[in-house]
């Protein structure tokens, strides 16, 4: 049996697993890669609760061979999460073991946040069923 997107042969009733998911989701692990993701789905473990509600991260850069996450931050907390920018690093690269995140980049953003925030945490129960 064929896969018609690949044109690659399967055993019946087994399919490549890029074949099951979404085509966004594809983009987000091919762009941002394993790190990324680990990262969106385990961020609630990683930061704690109390920083969770206003803390999500956006993406991962490369420049110069280190990663630099961007996260959006809540702007009330703003100040609070500047001065804990060293400690989310140590979190994160704890939790995955090894280092995986270099910087940090904080962006402040208003009311919108708790929309973006939804997607985020609905995309990460997605992946995770």
């Known amino acids: 049996m064929l896969d018609k997107s690949s044109n690659k042969a399967f055993a019946q009733g087994l399919r490549p697993l890029q074949?099951?998911?979404s085509e966004n989701v594809k983009k987000i692990l091919k762009k941002d890669g394993f790190?990324?993701?680990e990262i969106i789905?385990?961020?609630?473990?990683?930061?704690?609760?109390?920083?969770?509600?206003?803390?999500?991260?956006?993406?991962?850069?490369?420049i110069n061979?280190?990663?630099?996450?961007?996260?959006?931050?809540?702007?009330?907390?703003?100040i609070e999460i500047e001065y804990s920018r060293d400690q989310i690093i140590e979190k994160i690269n704890g939790y995955?073991?090894?280092?995986?995140?270099?910087?940090?980049?904080?962006?402040?953003?208003?009311?919108?946040f708790k929309i973006k925030k939804k997607f985020i945490v609905k995309f990460a129960l997605v992946i995770e069923s």
């Open 19 to 21: 074949s099951l998911l």
């Open 35 to 37: 790190v990324y993701f």
């Open 41 to 62: 789905k385990n961020w609630k473990n990683i930061v704690g609760e109390k920083m969770f509600k206003d803390v999500s991260p956006v993406k991962i850069k490369k």
């Open 65 to 78: 061979n280190e990663n630099i996450l961007s996260i959006n931050v809540n702007k009330n907390v703003m």
């Open 96 to 112: 995955l073991g090894f280092n995986a995140i270099h910087k940090i980049q904080i962006n402040s953003i208003d009311e919108s």
